[in-house]
């Protein structure tokens, strides 16, 4: 396991990388398939049955009232789809990200809609630079898989966060038989695999042991199979029914052991 100078150095080339962040073509045909599929039929899919916004509405009612809540976003690139809703509603926001770039854009779109009590910063959230600490909600969307050592992200989250404090997050698993295999071909291939760690039984296990779980929900789990139902000469009532019963059943699972044969999870925690 990489100790904390190992993945700032990682984290160094994960910041020129994302920098770099669409100027650069597609460099081998197992990117462009994988592009072409999460981008084409996937997101189509998602839409059409409303599971992107209903994450995001969800993290709304998690967030509740932040008018007395100083919010840590943390990974946010050049804002995610909630960044400008915080930092317009927080007693105070914090967005950083590795990327110079990005986060000189989100400066500016912070500045033109008028939020004084925001800002963006260009850190490592592992970094002695970043001081800020006593935050009472950590929003981290598509972030802590990016962390191979996920006991120094857990003691870091915990350092950060006031008692009692809250973590927002939604990351992508690798806890089911058929997805663990599909990122198993596509790994060696992937550009950004050095800081790309999909989310283990192990982890989810960690995550359970350092925080309280209050809320899990799952995405893709049996409802990733209608996105191939979708695609069948089938009535599209029938489809539809079927798909959104898989959906429904992701969404609203019992226990933490249900959350495995899903693609995506998103959680609230409470810190112990």
Not at 138 to 154: P, S
Not at 248 to 255: P, S
Request: proline content about 4%.
């Amino acid at each position: 396991m990489k100790n904390t100078e190992d993945i700032l150095e990682i984290n160094k080339r994960q910041k020129e990388f994302y920098n770099e962040e669409g100027k650069k073509p597609e460099k081998n045909i197992a990117s462009k398939l994988w592009s072409s599929f999460r981008n084409g039929a996937l997101s189509d899919f998602r839409k059409k049955f409303d599971i992107k916004d209903r994450v995001y509405d969800e993290h709304k009612i998690w967030l509740g009232d932040m008018s007395d809540k100083k919010i840590l976003d943390l990974g946010c690139l050049r804002g995610n789809a909630l960044s400008l809703y915080m930092a317009q509603h927080a007693k105070e926001y914090i967005g950083i990200d590795l990327s110079d770039v990005a986060i000189a854009h989100l400066q500016k779109n912070i500045e033109k809609h008028h939020c004084p009590n925001a800002c963006a910063l260009s850190v490592d959230f592992l970094s002695p630079e970043f001081h800020q600490t006593d935050f009472d909600i950590i929003y981290a969307y598509g972030v802590l898989h990016h962390f191979e050592n996920f006991d120094l992200l857990v003691s870091r989250l915990k350092e950060k966060l006031k008692p009692g404090g809250i973590i927002i997050s939604y990351d992508p698993l690798e806890t089911s038989v058929p997805i663990k295999i599909l990122r198993s071909i596509y790994r060696p291939f992937q550009d950004d695999k050095d800081w790309e760690w999909p989310f283990t039984k192990n982890v989810i296990q960690k995550i359970n042991s350092n925080f309280k779980i209050e809320e899990i929900r799952g995405v893709l789990g049996r409802s990733k199979y209608g996105v191939l139902l979708n695609l069948l000469p089938l009535g599209n009532n029938y489809k539809s029914k079927v798909i959104a019963k898989m959906v429904e059943k992701d969404w609203n699972i019992q226990k933490i052991e249900d959350i495995y044969p899903c693609m995506h999870t998103t959680m609230l925690l409470r810190k112990i």
